[in-house]
């Protein structure tokens, strides 16, 4: 049996670490391309409420529902036996605004929970911003431009709230008015 030797030419002084370096580079660089791909990836909103709850400021109820008080009113809070008269911006995670309104009547109890949660928590002339999670917004179901499993964001202010007692106390006085009104033509 007989060998066959094979010449093998001598390795340069320094190519093994220029290919060290080689692939060190490579590794960095498809690093840097997975994270610069994450930086566009929506995060979950159990992950965004958990990084959220660390923010300045933002405090989590028992509910799940964040809040952050950016201007504190005075006075009582609203019950669910009330209805709000507030200004409100909605949006999503991303910015895409989904509702606005400068004045709008809102029954507390009228309203997804987290919204309803957040107002009773509000005084009158507060400004805060909401974090809704699903399970109190719209949960995994899609609401017209509300995608499913989507944390609510709303910037919240409270005009002023009445019951409802005293609304309907005050529309009878109304139609009593309009009613003791004198007739045109008669």
Do not use: C
Request: charge should be negative; hydrophobic fraction near 40%.
């Amino acid at each position: 049996m007989s060998t066959t030797a094979v010449p093998l030419r001598p390795i340069a002084k320094g190519s093994l670490t220029r290919l060290w370096i080689g692939v060190a580079v490579i590794a960095l660089a498809a690093g840097g391309l997975a994270w610069a791909g994450q930086q566009h990836v929506a995060a979950s909103p159990t992950a965004f409420l958990a990084s959220n709850a660390h923010e300045d400021g933002v405090v989590t109820t028992e509910s799940g529902l964040q809040y952050k008080v950016l201007e504190e009113g005075s006075g009582a809070s609203p019950t669910p036996a009330d209805v709000a008269l507030v200004g409100y911006k909605g949006a999503l995670l991303d910015g895409t605004v989904f509702d606005e309104n400068p004045q709008a009547p809102m029954p507390i109890d009228g309203v997804v929970p987290g919204f309803s949660e957040g107002l009773q928590k509000m005084k009158k002339g507060g400004k805060y911003r909401l974090w809704i999670p699903p399970q109190l917004g719209y949960g995994d179901a899609d609401n017209g431009p509300i995608p499913g499993g989507s944390v609510l964001v709303f910037d919240v202010t409270l005009h002023d709230f009445k019951s409802k007692a005293e609304l309907m106390q005050l529309q009878q006085q109304m139609q009593m008015q309009q009613g003791a009104a004198p007739q045109a033509g008669n």
